[in-house]
């Protein structure tokens, strides 16, 4: 009796077993690249400003940075602009915040414009 009782407990069917159970990491890290690739994706509200106004601004914020208009004087200049759409005084200062960080340093008026607009249109529609 004692040898049916030891080969019961070594049983496969023994809920003592170490049985593998499958990793859900996997599973969880896909998961986590999907939704960062959506986010990434996603464009952000414009207001009444397209993407050629984002590029423009761009330009026009980093010729500021080179002719030394210091980051706190650039952040006034906005506040005397009109907005169309509150979320635009948003985006501006987003920009600022680029064209004067330490993206800004690699760029030059073109570039600032040409990078941000393209930023912006990534996706967007294209007409």
């Known amino acids: 009796m004692r040898r049916a009782l030891e080969s019961h407990t070594h049983d496969s069917f023994s809920p003592h077993v170490n049985r593998k159970i499958p990793s859900m990491k996997?599973?969880?890290s896909l998961v986590l690249m999907a939704c960062a690739a959506a986010a990434q994706a996603?464009?952000?509200p414009l207001g009444t400003m397209t993407c050629d106004d984002i590029g423009a601004?761009?330009?026009?914020?980093?010729?500021?940075r080179k002719?030394?208009?210091?980051?706190?004087?650039?952040?006034a200049r906005l506040d005397q602009r009109q907005y169309g759409d509150p979320v635009e005084k948003k985006n501006l200062i987003a920009v600022?915040?680029?064209?004067?960080g330490p993206y800004?340093?690699?760029w030059g008026v073109e570039s600032a414009g040409n990078v941000l607009k393209t930023d912006c249109m990534t996706g967007r529609e294209q007409k």
């Open 26 to 28: 996997p599973l969880f």
């Open 42 to 44: 996603a464009p952000y």
């Open 57 to 64: 601004f761009a330009s026009e914020a980093m010729g500021w």
């Open 67 to 75: 002719a030394g208009v210091p980051r706190e004087q650039a952040m």
């Open 96 to 100: 600022v915040d680029l064209v004067y």
């Open 104 to 106: 800004g340093r690699n």
